[in-house]
């Protein structure tokens, strides 16, 4: 499985920007999609997640501003970003928890799968 990235770009401090990740390959499902960042300073941290049945989880960091979306059918997310501030200045990353389907059921595995990251700058 792969996941693809795009949307990232500069914006003004109070603008808005989507991004949006989508997963190919053959014989998988995905489990939870997220969105993860990573600033020049800071470790890698939770943004979004959503489940495959819509349920969200939202830090208290981007809570009311940001907006997670997935589409089952299509296997792909979608982070809506508004109210951007200088502190969401990071590259953001799309994860997947994966199953990927062998022609036997004894080889079915788990993954973590990670997009390529996409750059979002906010400035003051």
């Known amino acids: 499985v792969q996941l693809q990235a795009s949307g990232g770009g500069l914006v003004q401090a109070g603008g808005s920007l989507s991004l949006s990740c989508a997963a190919s390959?053959?014989?998988?499902?995905?489990?939870?999609m997220s969105w993860y960042r990573q600033g020049p300073m800071n470790e890698r941290e939770l943004v979004a997640r959503?489940?495959?049945?819509?349920?969200?989880y939202y830090p208290d960091s981007v809570k009311g501003r940001f907006t997670v979306s997935r589409d089952n059918a299509k296997n792909t997310i979608i982070l809506q970003m508004n109210n951007l501030k200088p502190d969401d200045t990071a590259v953001y990353y799309c994860?997947?928890?994966?199953?990927?389907?062998?022609?036997?059921?004894?080889?079915?595995?788990?993954?973590?799968?990670w997009g390529q990251g996409t750059l979002v700058t906010v400035s003051s």
């Open positions: 390959g053959t014989r998988f499902s995905i489990n939870d």
């Open positions: 959503v489940t495959r049945g819509g349920s969200t």
């Open positions: 994860h997947a928890q994966t199953t990927q389907y062998a022609l036997s059921p004894k080889y079915d595995r788990d993954y973590d799968v």
